[in-house]
């Protein structure tokens, strides 16, 4: 018998984005013999939480998400805690989780690992009931985040553009973070919560994060200036942020953050807005996905 799966495709990014045709390439390469697909594109914001829950509750084994970082984390959250499995073919610009699960950003690529592909199960977390998978935020990251999202431009060079500018705007706020039985008052010009490695395109916030070990990775980093964020630019790239004196790491699993001020946040990169309070936790193994075969999850 073959497996049901249901695509769930954005159609901004995954129908026309450098000229892919999505549905052409499933109908090319997909492993007929395996699977039974079933196409359905978004319409709205939210629309493809609301398609994966109904799939969950039919009981089709795999749900895709065909998009970036938005898709994926809209597909995930209508699959959390269910035994509906999310795979991804990834059609954005960051794609933080796909890269961490070792899925090819090139989509003929993902689709035959899709065909060979086995399930898994990995963490999921949550920013004040937000659910993310990746990486969320407090600090100059959130900010980028809604300036990002106010913008009509879209791609990773508007993105760099947005960060060089607006680091010299940008002030640190104080907060009070509460993680392990200790407290600690603080400047912060970025709070990152990282249940993945990286934010995306290869940016790895947090090199030693693991997707399965029912921890978030937090870091912290108090103050930059321009030299240092040039070297917290080069960690990131090169996966050696945790080396440096600039950034700060602790494992929890949970952690509470107040502060006088408003602190902008992301999810998953996306703008959620501003609070004062924020609770991250983590629910360990709460997410199937589906991984290349043999691919060491960590």
């Known amino acids: 018998m073959r497996t049901q799966i249901k695509f769930i495709i954005n159609p901004v990014s995954g129908r026309t984005k450098g000229g892919v045709d999505v549905p052409g390439l499933l109908n090319q390469l997909l492993d007929k013999e395996r699977f039974e697909p079933e196409i359905v594109f978004t319409q709205y914001a939210g629309h493809a939480t609301e398609i994966a829950r109904e799939a969950a509750a039919e009981k089709i084994p795999i749900v895709c998400a065909v998009g970036g970082d938005g898709t994926v984390n809209?597909?995930?959250?209508?699959?959390?805690?269910?035994?509906?499995?999310?795979?991804?073919?990834?059609?954005?610009?960051?794609?933080?989780?796909?890269?961490?699960?070792?899925?090819?950003?090139?989509?003929?690529?993902?689709?035959?690992?899709?065909?060979?592909?086995?399930?898994s199960a990995i963490d999921t977390c949550t920013i004040n009931n937000h659910p993310f998978f990746c990486t969320a935020g407090i600090g100059f990251d959130a900010h980028v985040s809604s300036v990002f999202a106010a913008s009509t431009r879209r791609g990773l060079q508007t993105y760099v553009q947005m960060v060089l500018r607006e680091f010299f705007n940008f002030k640190p706020q104080v907060a009070e973070l509460a993680l392990n039985g200790q407290k600690l008052k603080t400047s912060c010009f970025v709070v990152a919560f990282a249940n993945a490695s990286q934010y995306g395109n290869n940016a790895y916030i947090a090199p030693m994060a693991d997707i399965r070990d029912g921890l978030v990775d937090v870091c912290l980093i108090r103050h930059l200036n321009l030299a240092k964020a040039i070297g917290i630019s080069y960690g990131l790239i090169t996966k050696q942020i945790a080396t440096s004196p600039d950034a700060e790491y602790f494992k929890t699993q949970e952690i509470l953050v107040k502060s006088e001020h408003a602190f902008k946040f992301h999810a998953d990169g996306e703008y959620m807005g501003e609070a004062t309070s924020f609770k991250v936790q983590i629910m360990p193994l709460t997410l199937h996905v589906i991984v290349p075969r043999e691919e060491g999850l960590n």
Do not use: C, D, F
């Not at 809209?74 to 989780?97: D, F, H």
């Open 74 to 119: 809209e597909v995930a959250r209508g699959l959390m805690g269910t035994q509906t499995a999310l795979a991804i073919l990834p059609k954005g610009s960051g794609n933080g989780l796909a890269r961490h699960l070792g899925i090819p950003m090139n989509v003929s690529h993902a689709i035959n690992i899709l065909n060979q592909g086995q399930p």
